[in-house]
């Protein structure tokens, strides 16, 4: 994608080598300064953290999206073979699974020490050195919060879990760069922190209030373009929105989704031809409030799911998904698969197909995951009424319902929702996406697998231990 080339240009200046870039030594320091003296140069260290994470096979371009939460919950298989199999039946001991562990933890925490070291350089200077300096802070405290919020969500207990020795002891939040040891933070302690990276960004983010259009193309024109591959200002309101889910606290959630949904900027697909426009393996150009620009991801999806060699299945529970409340024809259905390979295609492109006669995507979109998406905030927002004003639960939920050509709930038999209408809803809208998962957690549901029967309120269902070598290494 000969548009969003400047993005991967940043990779081999900043991660060419990581142990070079983590390496604190006064080389590495002088040319951190002369890196970091520059606009250009603040841009280049963002852009290479986008990139990471967005090509890292042990973040978002494979692991923490459509693998091994997908497989946690059921809606894919995997060979025997891999090391996943063996996180997929919660054998935590077993070295296999012990390595998956390790990988997600080491990778994660190696990209909020990417975040920190820039924060270092960047946070001290003043908010008109630079034009868009407030942006540069703005996103990096952003890149932290969100960081640290998926490593809780993988290691640490749900706040509904009862083990006050676990919630205790949850992550360490790290906002230093060095040779310091930062201690594990409680549960609690860790979303204050979040809360508070992400308010902190909410603020220096105004200017998107402007940059980000409810028209959008893929056209890259610099730093302020293409806001929707950034954490911009609506996807830092819409990570204090799940943020606060994630706590219970819905009244706060509430309000931080009804902000994001209110800006007008992410309007919900209600037409067929903005259904025709969907292009499957890249952002929603339309509902997207934040993804990641990808073609290792998209790749990745191809190889695993797709290609004949592929290990990753799709389970045959998924259609039975979609008949659940069901009330008209799901153009989620309809797009997202292809029954007739049982090929889950929502995040498949052409691309990389093999036989395809134009083995190209459109280029009018961004290929990569979409890591936020607007019907998340309807759902909160429903969520949030269920008891309060059950009207307005069944208003916001159908706005989602009725976008997917579905018939409103408001116009069923019962004429009102409830808390499992919305968890089915949510069971389809983020399918292959990475994100349910954590609902189920969230809400201790019990699952049912091939192989297994695990309960909900079991916290090692849910809870990928942190590795003992990371035990053996830290020191407090």
Not at 198 to 222: F, H, I, M, P, Q
Request: a negative charge; one cysteine or more; glycine letters at 6%.
């Amino acid at each position: 994608m000969k548009k969003y080339s400047y993005i991967l240009l940043a990779l081999p200046l900043l991660l060419g080598s990581c142990e070079a870039y983590l390496d604190v030594n006064p080389k590495s320091e002088v040319t951190d300064k002369e890196l970091f003296s520059t606009a250009e140069g603040c841009e280049d260290a963002i852009y290479g953290i986008y990139t990471e994470m967005g090509t890292n096979k042990n973040l978002f371009a494979y692991a923490l999206t459509f693998a091994y939460p997908e497989l946690m919950t059921g809606n894919f298989t995997i060979s025997q073979s891999d090391n996943l199999a063996y996180v997929v039946q919660r054998l935590w001991e077993h070295e296999n699974a012990i390595t998956v562990a390790e990988n997600l933890w080491i990778n994660g925490y190696k990209a909020i020490g990417y975040v920190n070291k820039a924060l270092m350089h960047v946070l001290p200077k003043s908010d008109d050195e630079f034009r868009h300096i407030r942006l540069y802070k703005g996103e990096l405290l952003a890149l932290r919060a969100y960081l640290h919020f998926e490593m809780a969500r993988i290691f640490a207990v749900p706040f509904a879990s009862g083990d006050a020795a676990a919630k205790a002891k949850a992550i360490p939040y790290v906002t230093t760069y060095g040779i310091e040891v930062t201690p594990y933070s409680s549960l609690d302690k860790v979303f204050e922190l979040i809360v508070a990276d992400l308010t902190e960004a909410e603020k220096y983010l105004a200017a998107d209030e402007e940059l980000v259009t409810a028209t959008r193309n893929n056209a890259s024109d610099g730093f302020t373009s293409c806001r929707i591959t950034h954490l911009n200002l609506y996807a830092v309101q819409a990570l204090l929105a799940r943020a606060y889910w994630t706590m219970g606290k819905l009244d706060l959630a509430e309000d931080y989704a009804e902000k994001v949904i209110d800006s007008g900027k992410f309007p919900l697909m209600t037409t067929a031809e903005a259904w025709n426009a969907v292009e499957t393996g890249t952002l929603n150009m339309q509902e997207t409030v934040f993804g990641l620009y990808s073609t290792q991801y998209t790749y990745n999806f191809y190889r695993n799911h797709i290609y004949q060699g592929g290990t990753l299945a799709l389970s045959s529970q998924y259609s039975e998904i979609y008949s659940t409340d069901l009330a008209g024809t799901d153009k989620r259905y309809s797009t997202w698969f292809d029954t007739g390979n049982s090929w889950c295609i929502k995040h498949y492109n052409k691309m990389y197909a093999q036989g395809e006669s134009n083995p190209t995507y459109s280029g009018k979109s961004i290929p990569g995951p979409s890591l936020i998406r607007i019907p998340e905030m309807y759902y909160i927002v429903a969520e949030a009424n269920l008891t309060k004003d059950p009207d307005k639960a069944t208003e916001y939920l159908d706005y989602v319902v009725k976008s997917r050509d579905l018939t409103p709930f408001a116009e069923r038999e019962t004429g009102k929702i409830t808390e499992n209408n919305i968890i089915n809803e949510r069971r389809k809208e983020f399918f292959a996406d990475g994100e349910d998962f954590f609902n189920m957690k969230r809400l201790q549901l019990d699952i049912a697998i091939p192989g297994g029967n695990f309960a909900g309120t079991d916290d090692a269902t849910y809870t990928m231990p942190i590795p003992q070598s990371v035990e053996d290494n830290y020191r407090q």
